[in-house]
């Protein structure tokens, strides 16, 4: 019945500066773009689909709507999302050439994996995951 998780919403107040982090930083393709005018009272709303892998992010921006900071550190509801990295020490040296920083991490559990975070220009926590 269910099939995949077919994609992640963020919202975001600086749609072309987070569609630059994701593409020119983290490799994610812009797959489309969208402007959805609502009825009534909601303001139109910008869309903008990435896909990394088969995963897709869906950014939204709604017109004149500023954001409150996005949560940190333990908390209820969304937390962040992951990406799977094929060496973390290459990703974490390529993200510091951007001037990406590490906020966590690299956490290693031998034999098992790699752990760290990252933030993207909204303060969205991603996770780096590498598998052993």
Request: hydrophobic residues 40%; glycine residues 10%.
């Amino acid at each position: 019945m269910f099939k995949r998780i077919d994609h992640v919403e963020l919202v975001t107040d600086q749609p072309e500066r987070t569609v630059q982090f994701y593409t020119e930083v983290l490799g994610f393709k812009v797959r489309s773009r969208d402007r959805v005018a609502r009825s009534g009272a909601g303001v139109p709303i910008d869309l903008v689909y990435l896909e990394l892998g088969g995963t897709t992010v869906e950014l939204i921006t709604y017109d004149g709507a500023k954001l409150a900071p996005a949560p940190s550190g333990l908390h209820l509801g969304y937390n962040l999302i992951a990406l799977e990295v094929e060496d973390m020490e290459k990703a974490v040296a390529f993200l510091k050439t951007k001037g990406v920083d590490v906020v966590w991490g690299p956490m290693v559990r031998p034999g098992q994996s790699a752990r760290a975070e990252i933030c993207d220009p909204n303060g969205y926590h991603i996770e780096l995951r590498q598998w052993f």
